[in-house]
């Protein structure tokens, strides 16, 4: 091909500037790209909640909860519109070890008979970059109601995922189990969805 017709091959896709260099044009903006209104139900089947917790001073441990249901809604342009309100089903917990699950599960740790569900639904945010805001919110755990906050990054397109990241002290909620005997008060939270 000589030097025209592989001029002619591109011409679709820039413009020639002195010296014959190619400008390449920018690609056409996609259709759709309005942005969408929440708030967003949350697709159970693509989130996850995972927790880490360290295992006697030496490793931190990591599981999941497999069951997280709610709505949420990120406004990047007003932050007060932001807002969250998820459930995790607390007997869903995955260890990968069913003694472990089973013993977690129990009044040692989660009680589930007695308290079936983790619930956080916000009260405030604001905003602290271009797409992440720090939101606060009633956490409850164990039937205790405390508040907290999560760094929240929007991770889909037009705000359809976020990825949100939290710790708490168990004893801030109830739960002294194996605290300083095996396992650490602090656990840390990774709740990352998207819209259904």
Do not use: C
Not at 49 to 77: M, P, Q, R, S
Not at 84 to 95: E, G, L, P, R
Not at 138 to 158: C, E, I, S, W, Y
């Amino acid at each position: 091909m000589n030097y025209m017709k592989l001029m002619g091959a591109v011409a679709g896709l820039g413009v020639l500037a002195a010296g014959g260099a190619l400008l390449v044009s920018p690609a056409p903006a996609a259709a759709g790209g309005a942005v969408l209104d929440g708030p967003f139900t949350v697709d159970t089947v693509h989130s996850s909640v995972v927790f880490k917790i360290k295992h006697k001073d030496i490793a931190n441990f990591y599981g999941v909860f497999k069951e997280i249901t709610g709505t949420f809604n990120l406004d990047t342009a007003d932050a007060s519109k932001t807002a969250i309100d998820v459930s995790v089903k607390a007997d869903t917990i995955d260890t990968r070890n069913s003694g472990r699950d089973n013993h977690a599960r129990s009044a040692d740790f989660l009680s589930v008979k007695e308290f079936p569900t983790i619930t956080f639904k916000s009260t405030s945010a604001k905003k602290t970059g271009d797409a992440s805001f720090d939101v606060t919110g009633d956490l409850t755990f164990r039937g205790v109601t405390k508040p907290v906050t999560a760094a929240v990054v929007q991770t889909g397109a037009n705000g359809a995922g976020m990825e949100a990241k939290f710790s708490i002290k168990r004893s801030d909620f109830g739960n002294t189990t194996m605290v300083g005997k095996g396992l650490s008060d602090e656990v840390e939270f990774v709740v990352s969805v998207e819209k259904k």
